[in-house]
């Protein structure tokens, strides 16, 4: 019996199953004493674990920049301290290393022999280094790159269903014609958020001019910097901007604002990931929320399969967000 099974037949989710079987809080003391009393009844005894709980996980935070893992407000910290607790929970210490130096000379340092598995924050790992990690000797999972076309397992956020969201929402609105607010640094999840734009915009019936195609520094200020020195020409600018994350949108809301457009009654613009500030800046950013939690979570979840199991690999995880609706995108249809 599996532990789906069992919380299927008392009627309560595995989640909580799993909350008492490892004695933590979050369930009612009624729903506790239900779920011993299953677990005596139908004799279930979870599997054993094959991960070394006298071994840690380690997890690496890799970054050639900075501006992706450190310039984000928090988006990768969020993921890091989703992964610690999910580790806590299953009983297994972490140690966290920054890799600062190139990736192979950093994955060259690791003494493999103390870790059951690891964890790699691959953000800013581009392409040309992604054959570099199949010298991982333990088993591991990359985070927040979906490494495509690579036998490595992965967790990251679905860019694609997540790009579809926000135009979709830029459609229903009115908006006609979507320009584009990129990164002049590229990243995987950069790319496949411009490859998913390209993809929606003619199957959602939308128009997108490359000339409203521009490229900014991927941090607040820097975004805003740069797009302050492009409003000094004259502009014809779309109604509506899909931003490849906030960041980008609020520091080109900042410049915008600063040369007297309004927003969104001038134009509106759409973001991507949620970041804190999203939700007080002024407008308010209606943004793609990417759930970091589930995210880190997952990775310890397919890490402690894959550790179990080698036929785990690879495999790709992809999670979908949630539209928030805030107040930087215009309905052209209201009055």
Same mark, same amino acid.
Request: aromatic content about 2%.
């Given at each position: /019996?599996?532990?789906?099974? !069992?919380?299927?037949?008392? $009627?309560? #989710?595995?989640?909580?199953? #799993?909350?008492? !079987?490892? +004695?933590?809080? $979050?369930?009612? =003391? *009624?729903? %506790?004493?239900?779920? !011993? =009393? &299953?677990?005596?009844k139908y004799n279930y005894k979870p599997p054993m674990r094959n991960a070394d709980n006298s071994k840690g996980v380690l997890l690496m935070k890799y970054y050639k920049s900075g501006m992706f893992v450190e310039e984000n407000q928090g988006f990768i910290s969020m993921i890091i301290d989703a992964i610690e607790e999910q580790l806590r929970m299953e009983h297994l210490g972490m140690i966290m290393m920054v890799a600062k130096t190139g990736l192979k000379a950093a994955l060259d340092s690791i003494e493999y022999k103390k @870790?059951? $598995? /690891?964890?790699?924050? &691959?953000? =800013?790992?581009? %392409? =040309?280094d992604y054959d570099i990690l199949g010298n991982i000797p333990i088993p591991f999972i990359v985070v927040d790159n979906t490494m495509p076309n690579y036998h490595y397992s992965s967790v990251c956020m679905n860019n694609f269903e997540n790009v579809y969201m926000a135009l979709k929402y830029c459609r229903d609105c009115g908006h006609t014609e979507i320009g584009y607010l990129g990164s002049n640094s590229s990243v995987e999840n950069f790319s496949e958020r411009y490859s998913a734009f390209c993809q929606y915009i003619p199957e959602l019936g939308l128009r997108f001019d490359p000339k409203n195609e521009f490229r900014v520094t991927p941090t607040m200020f820097g975004a805003y910097n740069d797009f302050l020195a492009l409003l000094e020409y004259d502009l014809d600018l779309p109604s509506c901007f899909f931003a490849e994350n906030d960041t980008i949108a609020l520091g080109?809301?900042? &410049? /915008?604002?600063?040369? +007297? @457009?309004?927003?969104? %009654? *001038?134009v509106s613009i759409i973001g991507f990931d949620d970041i804190p500030y999203a939700s007080i800046s002024s407008p308010a950013l209606t943004t793609v929320h990417v759930q970091r939690d589930i995210i880190g979570r997952q990775a310890v979840i397919q890490l402690l399969q894959l550790i179990n199991d080698a036929r785990f690999t690879p495999m790709k995880t992809r999670i979908t967000g949630k539209l928030i609706i805030r107040d930087s995108v215009k309905d052209m249809s209201a009055k």
């Open positions: /019996m599996t532990i789906r099974e !069992l919380a299927e037949l008392i $009627g309560v #989710s595995p989640a909580t199953v #799993s909350i008492v !079987l490892n +004695g933590k809080k $979050g369930v009612s =003391e *009624d729903t %506790r004493k239900k779920v !011993l =009393e &299953a677990l005596e @870790y059951c $598995g /690891m964890i790699v924050i &691959a953000t =800013e790992i581009t %392409r =040309e080109v809301i900042k &410049a /915008m604002k600063e040369k +007297g @457009y309004k927003i969104p %009654r *001038d």
